[in-house]
């Protein structure tokens, strides 16, 4: 069932979903609140937008055009419609195609920054999946891998631009060694814990299109108080 919501503390922002498909997660806020941006950037790509979360909420915070790409139809018409009951169509454009196609039309080095929250999770010969199934596509690398996702970048981010991923910390290697390969040095990474004295569950990683050697860790960003309530420094992302 298709419902409008206001978008996760944000009292400025609506969006449609479908209480039967995926609701967008913290996650979606927490990857715009990260990424690296400034008053010179002209163009994002956001990868994989869903029904539109991370646009919405970048559109907050810059006056840069924001193009988000979604391969599946029904979601795509929710993000369609998030950003028409915003009246952000002027800033946010949303594109339902796969972005291993849909990167030979884009031109080459047209984008400062590039986020995604992708799919988490490797596909293998044991895995037992519906490869059409919504979920599925969300969570698991069946459309767009994270080699996918890098060699992408590289190809349209501009010099020194940076992609921006949301991710999970068992595949930090991999993304260090992935990002290495295709010309991104890591720069920012940040853990998230769903509580003190808990494993950190989210990862928060930028890399910089030919950039510097040099990374940052930030401090642990912990998303909730001992009585489940979201942190402080979290709800000052909603402010």
Partial sequence: ???????????????????????????????????????????????????GPVPLILSTKTNAKIIGVEIQKEVFEMAKESIKINNLEKQITIINEDINQLKDKLETEMFDVITCNPPFFEV?????????????????????TLEDLLKISRKLLKNNGVVCLVHRP????????????????????????????????ILLIEGAKNGKKGLKIYPPLYAHNENGEYSDEVQSFFK
């Fill in 170 to 201: 068992e595949r930090l290697v991999d993304i260090l060694t992935l990002m290495r390969k295709y010309n991104i040095e890591p720069k920012r990474i940040r853990f998230v814990y769903p509580k003190k004295k808990k494993e950190a569950n």
């Fill in 124 to 144: 293998n010969e044991d895995s037992k999946l519906n490869k059409n199934d919504y979920k599925t596509i969300a969570r698991h690398e069946v459309k767009l």
């Fill in 1 to 51: 069932m298709k419902v409008t919501n206001y978008l996760l503390g944000y009292k400025n922002l609506k969006i449609v979903q479908d209480t039967e498909m995926f609701n967008f997660s913290l996650d979606s806020v927490l990857l715009p609140n990260f990424v690296t941006l400034n008053k010179n950037i002209k163009n994002i790509l956001d990868i994989g937008s869903g029904n």
